[in-house]
């Protein structure tokens, strides 16, 4: 049975830092992504690692701020997420794609503001 579950989410001020976690389980090692939803506007996509942790990817907006990581062995990963602005609020959801299957969770809410 496959479960997909992030954590870490909150509410903190401009210049704060969060950590999200996910953790996937029921699938073999593959890509693991972090999109996030705020209010009135389209799921994007933020940041992937590889299946290796080799390779990763950041949209224009967080580069330099977010730092995302994984476990070498499981489906586990993080985001680390520094100096986080207004417009970094919304709700951070871990997707992985397997057999064209999308798996989701269910989010986690990141709120910032002062």
């Known amino acids: 049975q496959v479960q997909v579950v992030e954590s870490g989410g909150g509410l903190v001020q401009p210049g704060g830092s969060l950590r999200l976690s996910c953790v996937a389980s029921?699938?073999?090692?593959?890509?693991m992504n972090w999109y996030r939803q705020a209010p009135g506007k389209e799921r994007e996509l933020v940041a992937f690692?590889?299946?290796?942790?080799?390779?990763?990817m950041y949209i224009d907006s967080v580069k330099g701020r977010f730092t995302i990581s994984r476990e070498h062995t499981l489906n586990t990963m993080y985001l680390q997420m520094n100096d986080l602005k207004p417009e970094d609020t919304g709700m951070y959801y871990c997707?992985?794609?397997?057999?064209?299957?999308?798996?989701w969770g269910q989010g986690t809410q990141v709120t910032v503001s002062s």
């Open positions: 997707h992985l794609l397997q057999r064209d299957i999308n798996y």
């Open positions: 029921g699938l073999t090692l593959t890509r």
């Open positions: 690692i590889s299946s290796a942790g080799s390779n990763t």
